[in-house]
């Protein structure tokens, strides 16, 4: 890959801790099938982090996220990424707590959109923790982070054929436009729940 979503197909999210600084707070989750992992704010630190998960992700998940089917991605690029100022540019990454130098398990970022009030987003999950509901967990959460900081209008760049993250947006997401470009799609959404209204559900959309 590269997902609000009921807990009963996704997991549990336990009571965020505030990070300083105004950074992300830290949580931890629960997927579906009882894997407990810790969603924390992206740091300069973890750019070994970053490059050792990129060698653990396959061609496809390469492609899916990049485009391209990188075999090593600039350096410049995972100083970039470990590097954000957690309001304009923001990341937060899932890790296994309780691990020394715990490996990252997944990252989900956004950056300026282009307008006020607008981010895009980008996702990408390690292939082993695929399919176990950490897509829309860490997308949900990514979302609300935005959403604290007075972005409600998010963009992604997704392959049409990347059928996993697309039904990881169908499910934290209300998609307001999408275009499609050869087989990219350009979607504009916003999150499917309102901070602190849980039960004011927007519909969001099924894809075909």
């Known amino acids: 890959m590269g997902g609000h979503v009921g807990a009963s197909h996704v997991g549990t999210i336990a009571t965020a801790q505030a990070a300083p600084g105004g950074a992300p707070s830290v949580r931890h989750v629960t997927l579906r099938d009882g894997a ?19 060698g ?19 350096e410049e690029w995972y100083r970039r990424f470990a590097n954000v100022d957690h309001v304009t540019r923001l990341a937060i990454v899932a890790e296994e707590p309780g691990v020394d130098d715990p490996p990252l398990r997944a990252v989900a970022r956004y950056e300026p ?13 390690e292939d082993a923790w695929q399919g176990r509901g950490l897509g829309p967990v860490l997308l949900d959460a990514l979302l609300a982070e935005g959403e604290a900081r007075g972005v409600h209008t ?11 993250m697309l039904r990881a947006l169908s499910r934290v997401a209300h998609v307001r436009r999408r275009a499609l470009d050869g087989d990219v799609l350009t979607l504009e959404f916003e999150r499917a729940y309102a901070i602190g209204a849980p039960g004011r559900r927007k519909e969001a959309r099924p894809w075909p």
């Open 113 to 125: 959109g282009g307008a006020p009030g607008v981010a895009e987003v980008a996702v990408v999950v």
């Open 36 to 54: 407990l992992l810790r969603v924390r704010p992206i740091g300069p630190d973890d750019e070994p982090r970053l490059r050792t998960l990129f």
């Open 154 to 164: 998010f963009t992604a760049d997704v392959l049409a054929h990347n059928r996993p």
């Open 56 to 74: 653990r992700l396959s061609r496809r998940t390469i492609y899916q996220r990049f485009f391209r089917p990188y075999d090593r991605l600039p």
